[in-house]
């Protein structure tokens, strides 16, 4: 019986990697995506939608679905599925890898300012100016909900409310051009960046046009991961996984 891997997914890599496996014969590869976003663009092979109900849900779905290895694909800062993940695979016996692109590394030139959470960003957002570009998803705004700062706010689909009272929000998908951020900052009068550290090439254009233009950024940091084996390119977890047949298969 060929493997049956389980991507859990929701990123560029997870498609990458379900394309690669789809177009290859010795795995039969499931993408699973949580449902968040209204109109996603589908992984190759097939796709599940939607939460699996917890630890005990994923495990249970595991077992029946005789999965033989988990790749965990998802945002790095998805951090209830990767620690559920985790949990579920101990639980039933499936060697689990995480695939997590590397965060972005600062260069000459960039002004950031890391914080661990997004409650740290908004403690230090008032000492920065009144107009803010805020890009760390759709969730989690409420956090900056107090703030009297004008915010221009950019997500995939509508946030989920409270938003500052002063904001202005825009629906976009990336990838974003330097040339298109840098406008976009100009035109707004960008004083700070807010991100998370997604990593990746599809929206790292926003830091290079704030380098050029010499405008802060706050860089929320990643929460920490669980002690699984990890990777962070597509090659590698391919690697990993035909590694892992041999051990199954052996
Ligand atoms: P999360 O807080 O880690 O997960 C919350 C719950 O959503 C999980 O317990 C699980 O529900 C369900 N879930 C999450 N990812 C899933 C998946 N790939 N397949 C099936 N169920 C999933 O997740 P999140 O931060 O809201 O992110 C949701 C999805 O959006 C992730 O797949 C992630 O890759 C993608 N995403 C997240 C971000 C971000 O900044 N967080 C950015 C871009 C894309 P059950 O407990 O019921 O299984």
Redesign the pocket.
């Known amino acids: 019986m060929p493997p049956r891997v389980l991507v ?4 560029a890599d ?1 498609r990458a990697l379900a394309r690669t496996l789809a177009s290859g014969e010795y795995a039969q590869v499931t993408s ?6 209204r109109d996603p663009r589908l992984p190759d092979g097939q796709v ?7 630890v005990d ?2 495990t249970t779905y595991l077992t029946e679905e005789h999965i033989t290895a988990v790749v965990d ?3 790095p ?6 620690s ?1 993940a985790s949990a579920a695979c101990r639980k039933a016996n499936v060697p689990m890898l995480a695939l997590h692109r590397p965060g972005w590394a600062e260069q000459p030139g960039d002004r950031w300012h890391r914080v661990a959470s997004l409650a740290a960003a908004a403690d230090i957002l008032p000492e920065f100016g009144d107009h803010v570009f805020l890009t ?2 759709r ?1 989690g705004l409420s956090h900056f909900a107090h703030l009297s700062q004008w915010f221009l706010v950019r997500t995939v689909d509508e946030p989920d409310p409270p938003l500052p009272r002063r904001s202005t929000v825009i629906l976009a998908r990336g990838p974003f051009s330097v040339d298109d951020e840098r406008a976009l900052l100009r035109e707004n009068r960008i004083d700070v960046l807010v991100t ?1 550290d ?1 990593g990746g090439s599809m929206t790292a254009a926003k830091l290079e046009a704030a380098r050029e233009l010499g405008t802060p950024v706050i860089v929320v940091q990643r929460p920490p991961v669980p002690d699984v084996p990890a990777v962070s390119t597509v090659e590698d977890a391919v690697r990993w996984l035909e590694s892992a047949r041999t051990d199954h298969d052996g």
Do not use: W
Request: no cysteine; hydrophobic share 35%.
């Open positions: 859990l997914g929701g990123t997870a699973s995506l949580a449902g968040r976003v599940r939608v939607g939460g699996f109900g917890g849900g994923l694909a998802t945002h800062f998805a951090e209830g599925i990767t559920n760390t998803g969730l998370k997604s």
